[in-house]
Each structure stands twice: as structure tokens, then as C-alpha cells.
């Protein structure tokens, strides 16, 4: 987890070919026992965000009541189906994501949100504290125009907040959400596996600006 890798994302030609095979997905959420892959709930809404090493990042989210499953996997690289041995290369260009299956009704993006900027630094570029290449840079994935609209109002109130406190400019990759390919069952939930595993997120310290609400909870 310690370990200088590279900081600039390869380009597809550069990226390694991947495979047709998909990561076999056999095991539920070893917290609630709710099935990966699905079936959802209907109106249940899927975000995918990256915050470094996924296993930290994943249990802040599983514990917020209101979403419904979790799981990890790699995110916005070139490289189709990867395994970890080849994302943490730095060949593929994937981030370590976790896919937030969440039901509105219950807790809102709004929530998500201040999670996702309080919970880690999203001024690092290519790192997250001791952990660094491009596997670990922070990013937001967003699945419907609602999720982008209340993402970027999101980024903008926190990134001016942590400008005044002087504490950096905000580098996080927001996009469409790109294919999202399931991490080996062993990091799904592995800090409930094992509870004195490696978690390496580094909080800004900023409080959540004031402010910072998504279309949703506005309606």
C-alpha cells in the first residue's frame, strides 16, 4: 500500500488488453447479506465514488442507514475486467471505486455527499496521504443528471470552503459513470472480514459547507 507508483494515467493504447471474463461475483454483502449485483430496490439509485484505498472507504458508507448494498471495484481505466495485481501496476488507469446502491427515501445524496468530501482529501491529485498512483486519486461517478447537477453544486460549496481555510484546490474526476468491474471477493467488505485491516483515508478536517443540499432534497 506504501509503495511509489506512477501518477499519470496511461493512455488506451498504453493500457493493458484485459479480458472478456467477468470478476465472478459468488458471495452477498458480508454485513447485511443483500446481493451485489441485485436485484435493487425499485428507486433505489447507484453512485460510485473513489476516495483511495477502497476498503476504508467502503465501510464509511455500508454504515450510513439508507444504503442499501455496497461493493468495491475499479473504475475509469482503459483496461476491461481487471485484477488488482494489474490496477495497482498503474496500467490500466482505473481507480479503486465503491458502488453505493442507495434508496432516496431513506437518505439523501445530499448525505452521501458530505461523506464522500469530509471522509478524505480531495486536493491530492494521483494520491490519498501515504498511498499514491493513479489508483487512488479521488473521484465521483454519477449515474443520472439529478446526481451530476447536485455533484458539481456539491464540489463548487466545498471547494470554496476549503479555499478560504486555505487548504487546496479540489482535483477530483467527476464524470458519467464509466463501466464499473467488481473487485476479487476477497476486498468486498474487507474491513468487516477483518477489523484490523489497513485503512489509509486521510479526512480534510473541513467541515461540510453550509449550504450544500442536491435537487432532491430541495423538491
Not at 498504453?14 to 479480458?19: F, I, M, V
Not at 473513489?50 to 455496497?70: K, N, T
Request: charged share 15%; glycine share 10%.
Amino acid at each position: 500500500m506504501f509503495f511509489n507508483k506512477p501518477t499519470r494515467i496511461p493512455t488506451a493504447s498504453e493500457a493493458l488488453k484485459g479480458r472478456t471474463q467477468t470478476m465472478p461475483v459468488t458471495e452477498p454483502h458480508f454485513v447485511n447479506g443483500a446481493a451485489l449485483e441485485g436485484p435493487y430496490p425499485a428507486g433505489a439509485e447507484v453512485i460510485y465514488f473513489g476516495m483511495g484505498c477502497f476498503w476504508g472507504a467502503e465501510r464509511l458508507f455500508w454504515q450510513l442507514p439508507g444504503v442499501y448494498v455496497s461493493a468495491v471495484g475499479y473504475q475509469g481505466g482503459h483496461t476491461s475486467n481487471p485484477t488488482y495485481d494489474e490496477v495497482c501496476s498503474g496500467r490500466t488507469g482505473h481507480t479503486e471505486a465503491v458502488m453505493v446502491v442507495y434508496e432516496p427515501s431513506k437518505i439523501s445524496l445530499e448525505t452521501l455527499l458530505k461523506t464522500f468530501w469530509e471522509e478524505h482529501d480531495p486536493t491530492q491529485g494521483m494520491r490519498q496521504g501515504n498511498d499514491r498512483g493513479t489508483q487512488y486519486r479521488s473521484a465521483i461517478y454519477t449515474t443520472t443528471e439529478m446526481q451530476m447537477d447536485a455533484v458539481l453544486k456539491s464540489r463548487d460549496a466545498f471547494g470554496e470552503a476549503l479555499q478560504t481555510m486555505g487548504l487546496g484546490t479540489i482535483t477530483t474526476e467527476i464524470a458519467e459513470a464509466p463501466p464499473f468491474y467488481f473487485a476479487e471477493t476477497y476486498h468486498q467488505q474487507y474491513l468487516a472480514k477483518n477489523p484490523n485491516g489497513y485503512c489509509g483515508l486521510q479526512g480534510t478536517g473541513a467541515a461540510c459547507p453550509i449550504g450544500i443540499t442536491s435537487p432532491a432534497a430541495e423538491q
